[in-house]
C-alpha cells in the first residue's frame, strides 16, 4: 500500500546487515533500556518458616556440611526462578549446622550477612574471631575474610544468610579461595570485637582495616533494647514505625558497604502509611505478628517467616501484636552510586 510497509522492511534488513557487524539501533530499546521508573525482576513472595523448616531439617539426611561446604537452602524468588537470587541484587538462603560439624573455612569477594532464625550457641569463626550465635544476632562477614562455622551445641542451629553475589556477579569480580585446613587459625578471643568496638568507644589512633563495622555481631539482646527503647520515648514514624539501622560505630555509616541491614519494630495494632524505596528488600520476622500488604497480597510475618519485596512496589506493614521485622536490601550500595530514592505515599 503506502510507503510504510517499505520503511519497515527496508528497517528489518538494516537491523540484519547491521547486526552481521555486532551492531544493534538503539532506538528500538531505549524505553525499555531506560524505563521511567524502576520495574525491579522477580516478585513479591512469602517463605512461611513453617512450611520451609522440614524441609532445611531434612537437608541434613542428605548432605553433611563438610561435604556440602555450606548446607544451604536457596531462597530463589519465585519470578527469578534458577538465578539463585531473592532479588535484582541479592542472595538469601536458609542454612543449617548440626551439632558437631564443621563448615570448612573459605574466604571470597562476596560479603555476607548471618541473620540467626534458631538454635543456641553455634559459632562463626571470621578473621581470626569466633562469635556465639544466639536468635536475632546480625552477623557479618565480610568480604575476602576466611571464615568458618561450627556447632559444639547439643542442637541444630539454622540462619539467614544474605549475600551480594549478583552485585560482584555483576561487576564479574568474584574471587574464591579455600582453606588448607577445615578451621582457620583464632588470633583473638571471642567477644574481642564487641568490647573493643561496641562500646561507643575506640581505641586511639585506630584506623579501620575495612570498609565494615569493625563490630561483626550484633547480639539481639542489645538490639532488643535499643528498639524498645526508642518505641518507649516516642511515637512510630508513620512510614516506617520505629526503625533502626545497624551502623558502623566507626564512622555511623552501614554495618557493611553493599548490603543495608535495618531492625523495626510496629506496636500493636499499629499499620503504615504505603512507602516505597528503588531497593527490593527482603524482610524476616523476629517477633510478634503482622502483615506486609503488597500488589493486593496479604502476606503473614510470624517470628522467621521471610517476606521479599521488589524495589519500587508499594507497600503498608501491619502489626497484630508488637512486631519485630528485620530486613536487608542493596539501599546501601544505590546511595554510594547516587540512585537511591524513596517515596512516602
Ligand atoms: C557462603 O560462603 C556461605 O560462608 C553461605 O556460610 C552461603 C552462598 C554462596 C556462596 C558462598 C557461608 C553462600 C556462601
Known amino acids: 500500500m503506502s510507503a510504510v510497509p517499505d520503511l519497515q522492511q527496508q528497517r528489518q534488513a538494516f537491523y540484519g546487515r547491521a547486526d552481521t557487524q555486532h551492531l544493534a539501533p538503539l532506538w528500538t530499546r531505549l524505553k525499555s533500556l531506560v524505563p521511567a521508573e524502576p520495574t525491579p525482576a522477580g516478585v513479591p513472595h512469602r517463605w512461611a518458616y513453617a512450611e520451609v523448616r522440614p524441609y532445611v531439617l531434612e537437608s541434613a539426611q542428605h548432605i553433611s556440611a563438610k561435604e556440602a561446604e555450606r548446607r544451604v537452602l536457596i531462597l530463589e524468588n519465585p519470578g527469578l526462578h534458577g538465578s539463585s537470587q531473592i532479588t535484582n541484587s541479592l542472595y538469601a538462603g536458609l542454612q543449617l549446622i548440626m551439632p558437631g560439624e564443621v563448615a570448612p573455612a573459605h574466604r571470597h569477594t562476596q560479603s555476607a550477612l548471618r541473620f540467626v532464625i534458631e538454635g543456641h550457641g553455634a559459632y562463626t569463626a571470621v578473621d581470626g574471631e569466633k562469635t556465639l550465635m544466639e536468635p536475632g544476632d546480625f552477623v557479618i562477614t565480610p568480604s575476602w575474610t576466611w571464615h568458618h562455622h561450627g556447632n559444639e551445641s547439643t542442637a541444630p542451629m539454622v540462619w539467614l544468610d544474605g549475600l551480594d553475589i549478583p552485585i560482584c556477579a555483576l561487576f564479574a569480580s568474584t574471587f574464591r579461595e579455600d582453606h588448607h585446613a577445615d578451621e582457620a587459625p ?122 521479599v519485596v521488589p524495589g519500587w512496589m508499594p507497600y503498608t506493614l501491619h502489626a497484630d501484636a508488637d512486631l519485630v521485622l528485620f530486613s536487608y536490601s542493596d539501599r546501601v550500595a544505590q546511595e554510594k552510586l547516587g540512585f537511591w530514592r524513596e517515596q512516602r505515599l
Open 186 to 307: 583464632l588470633t583473638r578471643p571471642a567477644g574481642d570485637a564487641l568490647a573493643r568496638y561496641g562500646s561507643g568507644l575506640l581505641p586511639v589512633g585506630w584506623q579501620p582495616g575495612s570498609l565494615n563495622s569493625p563490630v561483626f555481631n550484633y547480639p539481639y539482646a542489645r538490639t532488643r533494647e535499643a528498639l524498645f527503647a526508642l518505641a518507649r520515648g516516642a511515637a512510630p514514624d508513620a512510614h516506617l514505625g520505629h526503625l533502626l539501622r545497624y551502623v558502623n560505630p566507626a564512622d555511623g555509616g552501614w554495618a557493611m558497604p553493599t548490603i543495608a541491614t535495618m531492625i523495626r519494630l510496629l506496636p500493636q495494632g499499629f499499620a503504615t502509611l504505603p512507602y516505597r524505596s528503588s531497593d527490593s528488600t527482603v524482610f524476616v520476622g523476629v517477633e510478634g505478628r503482622g502483615e506486609l500488604r503488597v500488589a493486593g497480597q496479604r502476606l503473614a510475618l510470624t517470628p522467621h517467616d521471610v517476606v
